[in-house]
């Protein structure tokens, strides 16, 4: 069976995702990309012409949504739009039936995604959020290091994010708006979030500080060849390389996080921090600590543990070694096919367009292949409304300077930061 798959969205992300499905097409004939639609013809005629070049076929274009989904036939809508926009679209194609894979953040609010869940639901389609980061398979091996107790028992992750210099991603307007991307913090750590509750588990509560510590922001634009491959087409609300826009949400967030399983957690991330910048993502347990790859660079984690003699350095293992760790452990089959069939691997070496177009052609090969096979797919609505719900209850919890719970932000007690964006989106 072969799905017939449509793209709203022909932005920077949205040439991304036709490099994704053109991949998919290469691999599998579970779907194929039969229509785009974007706002600006252009846009929309720029991302034809490389799938026509990729795939054999043009895809058809329209520039208007509701002829897209009432005429085109599509059995899969793949939202790649900016952010506000994700829910109404998703809930008019599963209202006709149609199954749709949504960029991340799922919605703008919680409220937009219990709407999208409801809806999904009652028309019994599918609902996938587009959550590449974790189909990495070296963050595959991490979660496969952490199950097998390689580290021992979980006690802390300290994921921080520090950079800089005040600018504004790719000139994209829609970014510097809390109502249309619900702050910097969201855009970014709703990614984080996802990957934070993918290795420790369930999170229970929060308590963060937030700021916007830069306002006024340039916009980075095109800063380099592979920037302006992605976004150098796109036309809608671009900002002009030597402009300056105000952001009115936060760009910073310090916050620590409470697991159901007894461990906590540091998530910092801060796009305003002047002149200097750094990260670090790592897992500490009771036998050792495993230092995160990151994602899309094909670097293979590595494990530290304790050396029995102090007056040794602690012991390293990385590369081929970890998978000593995991016997059993492989690739799901949809994954090892887009990596040359290999079940098992410690690290890749794959440009970054290489890799991104993999990833996206998993995360849309697991949505058709859930179709076609009625089952789950891996990053349903559940998981998509946790990950931006733990994204939430950090800027909630910076608002209110309280200790927030998680499912009160899934289930809308706690809101008032998003009730805001809900009031003016009419969600
Ligand atoms: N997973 C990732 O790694 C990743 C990376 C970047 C962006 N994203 C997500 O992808 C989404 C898009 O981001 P982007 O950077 O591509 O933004 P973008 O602004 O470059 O692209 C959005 C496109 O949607 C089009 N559009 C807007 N409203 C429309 C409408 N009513 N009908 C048809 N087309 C419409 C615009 O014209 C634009 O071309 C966002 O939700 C963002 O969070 C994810």
């Not at 060849?225 to 036309?235: D, E, I, P, S, T």
């Not at 500490?284 to 790859?293: E, F, V």
């Not at 995991?326 to 098992?344: A, E, G, H, M």
Request: charge should be negative; charged fraction near 25%; include cysteine.
């Amino acid at each position: 069976m072969t799905l017939s798959l449509g793209i709203v969205g022909c932005g920077g992300m949205g040439f991304r995702h036709m490099e994704g499905i053109s991949e998919l097409m290469r691999h599998s004939d579970v779907a194929r990309l039969t229509t785009i639609c974007d706002l600006h013809e252009s846009a929309a005629n720029h991302v034809a012409d490389i799938a026509e070049k990729n795939n054999g076929f043009r895809p058809k274009i329209y520039t208007d949504f509701d002829s897209m989904i009432n005429d085109s036939g599509i059995d899969i809508l793949d939202i790649v739009t900016d952010t506000k926009t994700h829910h109404s679209f998703a809930i008019k194609a599963m209202n006709k039936g149609i199954s749709v894979l949504t960029e991340k953040p799922m919605g703008i609010t919680l409220k937009a995604c219990r709407q999208m869940k409801e809806v999904q639901e009652k028309n019994n389609v599918k609902l996938s959020v587009a959550e590449n980061y974790r189909r990495d398979p070296m963050n595959r091996l991490v979660k496969a290091l952490l199950d097998s107790g390689a580290i021992g028992d979980l006690q802390m992750i300290v994921d921080i994010s520090v950079s800089g210099g005040g600018y504004l991603m790719h000139g994209t307007g829609w970014r510097a708006k809390k109502s249309q991307a619900g702050s910097l913090i969201l855009e970014q750590g709703v990614h984080t979030s996802d990957l934070i509750l993918y290795f420790m588990g369930k999170a229970i509560n929060i308590y963060a500080k937030t700021a916007v510590n830069n306002p006024i922001r340039k916009t980075s634009g095109m800063l380099n060849k592979q920037l302006k491959n992605f976004y150098g087409h796109r036309v809608e609300d671009q900002l002009d390389d030597s402009k300056e826009i105000e952001i009115d949400a936060e760009d910073t967030a310090f916050s620590v996080i409470d697991f159901e399983n007894g461990s906590f957690g540091q998530m910092t991330m801060t796009s305003a921090a002047n002149g200097y910048g750094f990260g670090n993502e790592s897992i500490h347990g009771s036998k050792g600590t495993i230092k995160l790859p990151g994602s899309r660079n094909g670097n293979s984690p590595i494990i530290y543990r304790d050396s029995e003699d102090p007056k040794i350095p602690p012991i390293s293992i990385t590369g081929d070694d970890l998978l000593d760790l995991v016997p059993n452990w492989q690739l799901d089959d949809i994954t090892s096919l887009y990596f040359d069939n290999k079940k098992r691997i410690s690290s890749y070496d794959y440009s970054f367009e290489e890799i991104d177009r993999k990833l996206i052609a998993i995360e849309i090969h697991d949505l058709a292949d859930s179709i076609i096979n009625n089952r789950t797919p891996e990053v349903d609505s559940k998981v998509g409304m946790d990950a931006l719900a733990l994204a939430y209850a950090a800027l909630e919890s910076g608002e209110s300077g309280k200790i927030i719970k998680i499912e009160d932000v899934i289930s809308g007690k706690s809101n008032s930061y998003q009730k805001i964006i809900d009031a003016e989106l009419n969600i």
